[in-house]
C-alpha cells in the first residue's frame, strides 16, 4: 500500500496551503477513487457506486486537463507522485 502513504503525505502538505487548489482536490479525488475501485471489486453489482465512480473521474480528468495546460511542470510532479497515467491529448 505505497499508493495510500504517498497520497496521506501529499495531502497533509496541501492541506495547510490551499484546500481549493487543482492539485488538492486532485489528490482527494484520487484517494476517493482508489477507494470506491477497491469496493466495486468486491460488489461488482453497485451500479450506484460505478456512476459515482465515473463522475469522479471526470472531474479528475478535467481539474488535471486544466493543469496541463496552466502549468505543465506541477502537472508532471503530480502524475509522477500519484502514480496515474498522462491522459490523451484530444
Do not use: P, W
Not at 487543482?22 to 477497491?38: D, G, H, M, Y
Amino acid at each position: 500500500m505505497v499508493k495510500n502513504s504517498c497520497i496521506s503525505v501529499i495531502s497533509q502538505e496541501k492541506k495547510d496551503e490551499n484546500k481549493g487548489s487543482a492539485e488538492f482536490q486532485i489528490v482527494s479525488f484520487t484517494k476517493k477513487i482508489r477507494r470506491l475501485t477497491s469496493h466495486l471489486e468486491l460488489h461488482r453489482k453497485d451500479y450506484l457506486s460505478q456512476r459515482g465512480l465515473r463522475k469522479i473521474l471526470g472531474k479528475r480528468q478535467r481539474l488535471l486537463s486544466y493543469l496541463a495546460k496552466k502549468n505543465r511542470i506541477h502537472y508532471k510532479e503530480l502524475i509522477s507522485r500519484l502514480d496515474i497515467r498522462e491522459s490523451k491529448t484530444r
